[in-house]
């Protein structure tokens, strides 16, 4: 998606922020475009406070002049705005692609809603083509990825499992390491969900379901607003 598609998104979502809100502000090329959008909006006096979802987002928004606090001094929010790496129809999604899975998904859910600006292509008719992110501690790294491995196969999934960055892991924000899954097609995501929270070591996985209220979604006729599936007649 081009610059130019992402700031419109960007731009479509900051119409549904007022001044006075408390935002979590995500992660991400796209997200990044609203962090440079806001701080215009900022700058001509609107009113807001963020709490960022990772150091990159809290550097952008610092140098932008985006007023940040943090989610202990501010655990309730209004909104807040995110990309996400595959939606289907009823809003669920997979993010963790840029590895700040965890951060964005405890402020998501500290906020009365939670509005995705993201590519058109995203959207699918079933999550799953994008590798599932797994957020996992360092310890027991080998255990628990065999656990995971055989919930998987319960579940009917023969999918192969990487460690992101292979022998230099990758590192989250919190310290953790983060276990890409590419099950190809999720035929239950919530049993998936369940099951790979029960597994000791899992911190939290790149799922997000029930969370996100509306998206919009830039490609090449515009811009698209979605609401959930079962929503579209309220």
Not at 4 to 22: D, F, I, W
């Amino acid at each position: 998606m081009s610059e130019e598609l992402k700031r419109k998104a960007a731009e479509a979502a900051l119409e549904e922020v007022t001044s006075g809100m408390r935002l979590g502000i995500g992660t991400g090329s796209t997200a990044e475009q609203f962090v440079r959008a806001l701080a215009e909006k900022v700058r001509e006096g609107f009113s807001v406070i963020g709490v960022p979802t990772s150091e990159r987002t809290a550097a952008l928004c610092t140098e932008l002049g985006v007023p940040l606090t943090t989610l202990e001094a501010c655990p309730e929010l209004d909104l807040t705005i995110d990309g996400a790496d595959e939606l289907d129809l009823q809003l669920r999604l997979i993010k963790g692609g840029g590895g700040a899975l965890l951060r964005e998904k405890i402020v998501a859910t500290a906020s009365l809603r939670m509005i995705v600006i993201a590519d058109a292509s995203k959207k699918v008719a079933r999550l799953g083509a994008f590798p599932l992110p797994v957020e996992v501690v360092p310890f027991g790294l080998g255990a628990t990825r065999n656990a995971i491995a055989r919930a998987l196969a319960d579940l009917g999934y023969d999918a192969p499992i990487l460690l992101r960055g292979g022998d230099t892991p990758f590192v989250t924000d919190g310290g953790h390491h983060i276990l890409d899954i590419d099950l190809r097609e999720i035929t239950d995501a919530d049993a998936l969900s369940r099951a790979l929270l029960d597994i000791p070591g899992v911190v939290d996985h790149g799922l997000f379901l029930g969370i996100a209220d509306v998206a919009y979604l830039a490609g090449a006729n515009g811009v698209e607003r979605l609401v959930p599936a079962a929503d579209e007649e309220n």
